[in-house]
């Protein structure tokens, strides 16, 4: 059984993973729709993918820090 730290942890990690891959797969939408598309709204949906990503990479670490705490 995964202590309840751990599946808190894994719940907000799973929570980042897809909203990364939900702004991910809006702005593949949007380039399928009009491949011109860009600019300042493209590179704001890739901005918050990436912050998402950044995010599930912390909770990440902090979960193999209560896994190996050395």
Known sequence: MVPVPDVTLLHQLAERLTAAGNYL???RRRGATNPQTGGPEALEILERAI???EQAGEL???L???RDPS
Do not use: I, K
Request: zero cysteines.
């Open 51 to 53: 912050a998402q990503l």
């Open 25 to 27: 797969a809006a702005l």
């Open 60 to 62: 990440l670490r902090r």
């Open 64 to 66: 193999r820090q209560t």
